[in-house]
């Protein structure tokens, strides 16, 4: 049986050389949407609960063949068309793949991506010193360190969504001029 979107194919092709076993079932489930509502499909769920087996596998392959970032946006453009417009398990697979290099390769990304693990790391850092000095019964010092320790982690979990959307943002574009590419 040949698979329905090259992407499948790949994927198909990357586990055979990781010894990791595809159904036809669970190749049919790939085409299937991914925030489609479950209904007792076995396939299906085994696809979900592979899905990191999955990008894993798609993020290799697409490393080992240069990561041919234009071909993999028209794979995905072409599988969502036939799939009336909606992400299937495989093209949110590929794209999160996709987002993965433009975050591994944007300098701005990058530096947010640090950023926001510095600022959660310093947060936990600082609410940890805060119930240490709860526990010496040091009172100043554990709200001062328990709010500052929020105020960190809270900025962590909104520069990681800062990061997300700009990640989000040059996808689109990257999307965006390669259809009017294609087009002209």
Same mark, same amino acid.
């Given at each position: 049986?040949?698979?329905?979107?090259?992407?499948?194919?790949?994927?198909?092709?990357?586990?055979?050389?990781?010894?990791?076993?595809?159904?036809?079932?669970?190749?049919?489930?790939?085409?299937?949407?991914?925030?489609?509502?479950?209904?007792?499909?076995?396939?299906?769920?085994?696809?979900?609960?592979?899905?990191?087996?999955?990008?894993?596998?798609?993020?290799?392959?697409?490393?080992?063949?240069?990561?041919?970032?234009?071909?993999?946006?028209?794979?995905?453009?072409?599988?969502?068309?036939?799939?009336?417009?909606?992400?299937?398990?495989?093209?949110?697979?590929?794209?999160?793949?996709?987002?993965?290099?433009?975050?591994?390769?944007?300098?701005?990304?990058?530096?947010?991506?640090?950023?926001?693990?510095?600022?959660?790391?310093?947060?936990?850092?600082?609410?940890?010193?805060?119930?240490?000095?709860?526990?010496?019964?040091?009172?100043?010092?554990?709200?001062?360190?328990?709010?500052?320790?929020?105020?960190?982690?809270?900025?962590?979990?909104?520069?990681?969504?800062?990061?997300?959307? *700009?990640?989000?943002?040059?996808?689109?574009?990257?999307?965006?001029? *390669?259809?009017?590419?294609?087009?002209?």
């Amino acid at each position: 049986m040949e698979a329905s979107s090259p992407l499948i194919a790949i994927l198909k092709d990357e586990l055979l050389v990781q010894r990791v076993f595809l159904s036809s079932d669970e190749e049919r489930a790939l085409d299937r949407e991914s925030d489609g509502a479950d209904d007792g499909d076995l396939a299906y769920e085994r696809v979900k609960a592979r899905r990191y087996l999955f990008y894993a596998a798609l993020r290799d392959r697409f490393i080992y063949d240069g990561r041919p970032t234009d071909q993999w946006l028209d794979w995905i453009d072409e599988a969502e068309r036939k799939a009336g417009g909606s992400a299937t398990i495989v093209t949110a697979l590929a794209t999160r793949v996709v987002e993965w290099s433009v975050r591994a390769t944007d300098r701005k990304s990058m530096a947010m991506g640090f950023v926001t693990g510095i600022t959660r790391w310093l947060g936990i850092v600082m609410i940890t010193l805060a119930v240490w000095a709860w526990s010496r019964e040091i009172g100043p010092a554990t709200w001062v360190l328990a709010i500052v320790g929020g105020i960190a982690w809270l900025g962590a979990r909104a520069l990681k969504r800062a990061t997300e959307a *700009h990640v989000r943002a040059i996808v689109a574009e990257t999307r965006a001029r *390669h259809r009017s590419q294609v087009r002209a």
